[in-house]
């Protein structure tokens, strides 16, 4: 297998990364968030007027705002990636993928990657527990994209559908 791709350089591009990188690390704020929302908001109405009404009023406030985390996050990240946009591309084969991104270059070999996971239009690369990169499958050709596919679930990389 040999899959290579360019990437353009498309201010939008690093928000979209971060974006989708950010999400898989702060899904666990919405859901706490969430939790802690309908908890406050059940106390509040169960014992309105008493003493403990302020803890239910904190713990829904708490679970709102810890909703808002994730979408925080992430709009500043877009907003403060902008400027990284520059031009680069990936080069994939059955040993490694290299990346490169205006002077400069890496990559990961594939006997490192723990699983991969897709997020939107990426495939998130994980290096143990953390995310290391994305894959975007957009700019791929969909031929080269099933390609890619089939090796990572060969693999074991990516969870059953």
């Not at 990364?17 to 509040?44: E, M, N, Y």
């Amino acid at each position: 297998m040999h899959i290579r791709f360019d990437v353009p350089a498309d201010p939008a591009y690093p928000g979209r990364v971060a974006a989708a990188l950010s999400s898989v690390r702060l899904r666990r704020f919405s859901l706490i968030g969430a939790a802690l929302a309908a908890a406050g908001a059940v106390g509040l109405l169960v014992s309105w007027g008493d003493r403990f009404s302020s803890l239910w009023l904190v713990l829904l406030v708490g679970g709102l705002l810890s909703m808002l985390y994730a979408p925080w996050v992430r709009w500043r990240a877009r907003r403060r990636s902008d400027d990284y946009a520059v031009e680069g591309g990936y080069d994939i084969t059955d040993d490694n993928i290299m990346m490169r991104s205006g002077s400069e270059s890496g990559g990961i070999a594939w006997d490192g990657v723990a699983q991969v996971r897709e997020a939107g239009d990426f495939w998130i690369v994980y290096v143990g527990r953390m995310p290391a990169t994305v894959i975007p499958r957009w700019l791929m050709s969909a031929g080269d994209a099933e390609t890619l596919r089939a090796f990572m679930a060969a693999r074991g990389l990516l969870p059953p559908d």
